[in-house]
């Protein structure tokens, strides 16, 4: 049974920095795609960055050169680092990951995800 847990989120003031965290349990992903997306109230769900094998990366226009991802594989836990907060940036932060394949839309979109971790709230203000 696979599960994904998000921690790290919390309120900051713009320009500050938060980093999530998402551990992973019945699953190991250091050799799939996980991602981290975002949504806030009344707007779709949102890709904003994935990691593939560990090493290569994607990220959404909207936070390239502001966001970092990373995992520990030791850990079994992908990280957002996340500086420069704008307000804008303010949303539930979800973790997803696909360990049983299934269609692929691309590393940012939700679609090719079939296993989401609760989410974490990220608030800029």
């Known amino acids: 049974h696979v599960q994904l847990v998000e921690s790290g989120g919390g309120s900051v003031q713009a320009g500050g920095s938060l980093r999530l965290s998402c551990e992973a349990s019945g699953y190991t992903y250091s050799s799939r795609c996980m991602g981290w997306f975002r949504q806030a109230p009344g707007k779709a769900r949102e890709g904003v960055a994935a990691?593939?094998?560990?090493?290569?990366?994607y990220y959404d226009d909207s936070v390239k050169g502001r966001f970092t991802i990373s995992q520990d594989k030791a850990k079994n836990t992908v990280y957002l680092q996340m500086n420069s907060l704008k307000p804008e940036d303010t949303a539930t932060y979800y973790c997803a990951a696909r360990p049983y394949g299934g269609k692929w839309y691309g590393p940012l979109a939700p679609g090719s995800y079939s296993v989401w971790g609760m989410g974490t709230q990220v608030t800029v203000s």
């Open positions: 990691i593939y094998g560990g090493i290569t990366t």
